[in-house]
Nanobody
Framework: QVQLVESGGGLVQAGGSLRLSCAAS????????MGWFRQASGKEREFVGV????????DYADSVKGRFIISRDNAKGMVYLQMNSLKPEDTAVYYC?????????????????WGRGTQVTVSS
């Protein structure tokens, strides 16, 4: 099991940038693929992106591809979500999650451990 804490959310104007961080505790952090998800008010939680254990591969939802970048620092137990060219429709609570599988999965049901989320609000 790994404990996750997100930070870095806030209010930003459309076109701006934010970097979210996810701090993980636990010795086996590098054994997990790490995903980012988001949930807008009144909507279901949706996949944003995923990064493999080594950080060598990433995958993104079409809605954020080319604007968001996921990275990780296993030595520090950190995962990051760099969000650029933000749009009002990116407004949501953002969550990081850990998946013990070696597969890059996009369904939230496969992720074992979750943070509490951080709010991102993009004003128009």
């Amino acid at each position: 099991q790994v404990q996750l804490v997100e930070s870095g959310g806030g209010l930003v104007q459309a076109g701006g940038s934010l970097r979210l961080s996810c701090a993980a505790s636990g010795r086996t952090f590098s054994s997990y693929n790490m995903g980012w998800f988001r949930q807008a008010s009144g909507k279901e939680r949706e996949f944003v992106g995923v990064i493999t254990r080594s950080g060598g591969n990433t995958d993104y939802a079409d809605s954020v591809k080319g604007r968001f970048i996921i990275s990780r620092d296993n030595a520090k137990g950190m995962v990051y979500l760099q969000m650029n060219s933000l749009k009002p429709e990116d407004t949501a609570v953002y969550y990081c999650a850990a998946d013990r599988s070696a597969f890059m999965r996009i369904r939230s049901v496969f992720y074992n451990d979750w943070g509490r989320g951080t709010q991102v609000t993009v004003s128009s």
